[in-house]
Each structure stands twice: as structure tokens, then as C-alpha cells.
């Protein structure tokens, strides 16, 4: 597979929290950076897609494929999703929120997919408060985190 492939097959799995076929094309040391505080691995966002697929049962992160440029793949995503179930981001700082039933369209955010050979070796989106991460997502339920 070339690199807009392993890109494409990556974020489709990322798409719907499917990590455990996302980590399928990712080196060992892949990591996951912008949206929570400081960046992770696989494993760590596993357990933190885990609990948001809870909280968001029909969660999307919309990937669309801007340009290819080398190993980096240019990406613009835009999160959705329907709070339907409890939502305990408590390992990233968040307090627990009860299901608010209410749903959320994040703004669009940039990022970028690097491969390395034929797998991901990282995935970054560039948010603010306002276009994603775990305190856009939070403050678009109406939780005020002071």
C-alpha cells in the first residue's frame, strides 16, 4: 500500500473509534496528538476512545484527505456525535458527565497523518477550545470546566 492508502485504511478504522483495526497500521510507537493534553499512544487512546464511544455511541471524526506531500498525509476531520451514554474522561482531567442526550458538531479541524514505510507513525490535529479536543467536545455539551 502506498501512503494515501495506508492513510485511507487508517482513518476509516479512526473514523468510528475503531482503534483496535486503526493500531493494525501503526508502528509501535505511534502517537495521537492535539486533542487531549499531551500526546499518547495506541494503548492510551484506546482506553480514551473507549470512553468516548460510551458517551457518543454513533461518534464520527468525518476524516477527509486534503493532499499528500511526502509521508504526511494532510487531513481536515470534523467530530459528531449523539451523548446518549455516561461520559468518564476522568484519566484526561474531564469530570464525569452524565448523558445529556445532546448533540454535538464540532468545527473542522486540520491535522496530519505521517507514514513510515506502509504504517501510520502518527496522527496530530490541530484544534483550539473551538475546533475539537476532549474541551470543545466538553463545552459543546454545556459543562463549563471554569
Not at 19 to 33: E, I, N
Not at 54 to 64: E, I
Not at 117 to 125: A, I, S
Amino acid at each position: 500500500m502506498g501512503t494515501r492508502e495506508v492513510a485511507e485504511a487508517f482513518l476509516a478504522a479512526v473514523d468510528t473509534l475503531d482503534l483496535d483495526t486503526a493500531a493494525q497500521y501503526c508502528t509501535d510507537d505511534f502517537t495521537y496528538s492535539g486533542p487531549l493534553p499531551q500526546p499518547v499512544s495506541m494503548d492510551r487512546w484506546r482506553g480514551v476512545a473507549g470512553r468516548m464511544k460510551a458517551g457518543f455511541p454513533d461518534w464520527h471524526f468525518s476524516p477527509q484527505i486534503d493532499s499528500v506531500e511526502g509521508d504526511t498525509v494532510h487531513v481536515t476531520v470534523q467530530v459528531t456525535g449523539t451523548n446518549t451514554g455516561d461520559l468518564d474522561l476522568s484519566p484526561v482531567g474531564v469530570p464525569f458527565i452524565p448523558a445529556t442526550g445532546r448533540s454535538i458538531q464540532i468545527r473542522q479541524a486540520t491535522g496530519r497523518v505521517v507514514v513510515s514505510g506502509d504504517q501510520v507513525q502518527g496522527f496530530t490535529l490541530d484544534v483550539t477550545p473551538e475546533t475539537g479536543g476532549v474541551f470543545a467536545i466538553v463545552a459543546a455539551l454545556g459543562v463549563d470546566m471554569g
